[in-house]
């Protein structure tokens, strides 16, 4: 058995390596006198903004585009092989590149959906060319369809994927032209995601669009870029 001042001294020790450690654990400074405590508040992800806008729906439709993705292409790639290998990176996945803000101005667009969400779907559909353009409303670009039946329109978020905006809109149906904001009629809303896919070539994917399809594909070229 040690002697009492030994105990003493070791309990006296283990004190003071509990304050030194109590002291080293401490995270939060000393605040000198005449100084006010500060907090640092980062800037929100970018992803926080288009969320707090976008419904639940919408949002849970970006979370699934790679099952919208994997389902659609196999679909087609079974009914139409030789369609879906022509387009090349248009219908590939994992093809988008760095930098995918737009050049504002006009563009030919093309639309080609994929799989099928009924029974009367097609599992593969190409449409004709039409116009659309790029704009800059603020500090936020929009994609707007000119013509046909169904014309989308909305903003382009940036994403904290940097190879990707997001698209939040509205579809203007047949002589409808008004222009809804994202959010009015929910079941007008669209969302997707914009990816640049090649030199001066875009896409807007549209995954479990409210339609016939599993997936919808728009491709952008500008119309400059166009032979004549």
Known sequence: MLPERSR???CRA???GLLVLAAGCETTPKRRPGMSPSVTVGAPLKAEVWKAVASDADEDRIARLG???SAALA?????NPRDVRSEGALLLPRSSLARPDPTPGSYYCRLIQLGRSNAKGKAYESFKPFYCYIEVE????TFVKQTGSQRPA???WDDDDLKRMIFLGSIAMGADDRTLAYGDNPKRDMTGVFERIGAFKWRLVVPWPQGTSKLDVYELTPVADQPK
Do not use: V
């Open 8 to 10: 003493g001294g070791i």
């Open 14 to 16: 283990l004190a003071l």
């Open 67 to 69: 099952l919208a993705w």
């Open 75 to 79: 679909e087609a790639s079974r009914s």
């Open 138 to 141: 603020g500090d936020q670009l």
């Open 154 to 156: 909305g903003r382009l």
